[in-house]
């Protein structure tokens, strides 16, 4: 998994929290650094690892936690890639172009990285329809993603996530529709 959402994980669990779960978490999780460089990979184990001592940690399941770190990571994700995006996106749009454009490019960057395979199919005017794909197995995460979306766009109100298979599964479906 890519450094960045490592170092972004780090920033997340220090600002909901503090420095010290953080390094309460490296401890219960395992790993003995948690200086991640953001251009770096890291291996998969390391984030689950971290996701499972998290939730070992606070009761919240892991997909909870997936869920919300997802939402948090939004704001950065769409300031690393804002030129890559069109003014005029939203919520449906984003999610449409996210693997013509964002993964294109993170793969692109370098050869290891291996962002989710998103399989995005507009059902109608104000729906889609995700085909989440991961060995990783973590769809809350791509859920989380979706909502922080809605928020972002200033439509939490108005668009409705609704995953229709399980969210810790290698291929999920995530329907997302706007109401208005």
Known sequence: MHGT???????????????STWVKLLEV??????DFDHKQVYPDEHMYALVGGAARMTGIPAEELQEKFGE???PDLLYMYGKLLQPEWRTLEMIEHTETVMHKRVREEHQENAPP?????????????????SKRRMGALAVGIVR???VYFDEAEQIVVEPTTREDGQHVQIRVRRLS
Do not use: C, P
């Not at 959402?5 to 420095?19: A, M, P």
């Not at 999780?29 to 948690?34: A, H, I, N, Y």
């Not at 395979?117 to 794909?133: C, D, G, K, P």
């Open 72 to 74: 948090y990571l939004v």
């Open 5 to 19: 959402i490592f170092t972004l994980l780090k920033r997340y669990v220090q600002t909901q929290y503090d420095h």
């Open 29 to 34: 999780s395992g790993l003995e650094s948690g």
């Open 148 to 150: 922080g979306l809605a």
């Open 117 to 133: 395979v998103l399989h995005v199919s507009r059902m109608a005017a104000n729906e889609v329809l995700i085909e989440y794909v």
